[in-house]
């Protein structure tokens, strides 16, 4: 499974906030989308996620062209976004997290007219999926206000994962963890790939797009400027990518240093 832009655009008044962008992402890829604050990430993504439409160009899922008008469109086409807020309610425990919006209700007329959760039903699948991506919570029972940041992070993105079939976004999902947590969430990305999920991975943390990333998009100024293989660069190297120092000739893949 994969997921294309073409020549997408999206300007704000006079102001061209994407211009003609191209990218993609493969099943069981990681892409890192980085640059500097004002180069359009959050706009892409809000683009991917069906939360802003685009002016012009086009999503293609599987060669076939989409319209994602509204997240929920967006997650009917297997598409799920995790942002910085992470979603989540602190007062109510994993489980009801997970399931937040998805509530699966009892059979008969317990459910159909009383409403009432299937909650074993539920802890069960928690506990299945978390399994699965080998997350380190202490409890699906515990409230999510006693958790830490990485497992609040690790959470968010084990739900949108469980849910997701074909990719996952991620804005910042290492920012404000420490180093232990940054590992944990880095790993449970890369477990999220292995499963089949590509993934889109926006973030200034040089040192995690390096570590979890095949193939790395740099975004200036609204603009894809370099298309870059993760295994040959350096942190160095891929700054100077987003501050134009170095500067990608795309049509022949050569690269030239910037004089000026």
């Given amino acids: 499974m994969s997921l294309e832009v073409r020549e997408i655009s999206r300007t704000f008044g006079g102001v061209n906030a994407l211009s003609n962008v191209n990218f993609d992402v493969k099943a069981g890829e990681v892409v890192g989308l980085v640059g500097d604050n004002g ?19 086009h999503i293609v899922a599987d060669g076939e062209e989409v319209t994602f008008t509204t997240p929920h469109v967006a997650r009917e086409h297997g598409v799920s976004a995790v942002y910085q807020d992470l979603a989540l309610a602190p007062q109510r425990d994993v489980v009801s997290n997970f399931f937040l919006g998805k509530e699966v209700l009892r059979t008969g007329v317990s459910g159909t007219v009383f409403r009432r959760l299937d909650r074993p039903a539920m802890r069960s699948k928690v506990i299945s999926e978390l399994a699965r991506l080998k997350t380190n919570l202490p409890s699906v029972d515990v409230e999510v206000r006693n958790l830490s940041g990485g497992q609040r992070q690790t ?10 079939e074909r990719v996952l976004l991620l804005d910042e999902p290492t920012s404000a963890l420490g180093v232990a947590q940054q590992a944990e969430v880095l790993q449970l990305i890369t ?22 990333c095949d193939r790395i998009f740099v975004l200036r100024l609204g603009r894809i400027v370099a298309e870059l293989d993760a295994r040959e660069l350096d942190a160095e190297t891929l700054i100077g990518y987003i501050t134009g120092a170095i500067v990608q000739d795309r049509s022949s893949e050569n690269l030239e240093r910037n004089t000026l």
């Fill in 39 to 57: 180069a359009g990430k959050s706009t892409l993504l809000k683009i991917l996620s069906g939360a802003l439409q685009p002016t012009s160009g």
């Fill in 155 to 164: 959470l968010a993105i084990a739900r949108a994962a469980s849910w997701c």
């Fill in 191 to 212: 477990r999220v790939a292995e499963s089949g999920i590509g993934v889109i991975f926006i973030s200034h943390q040089m040192k995690d797009v390096l570590a979890v």
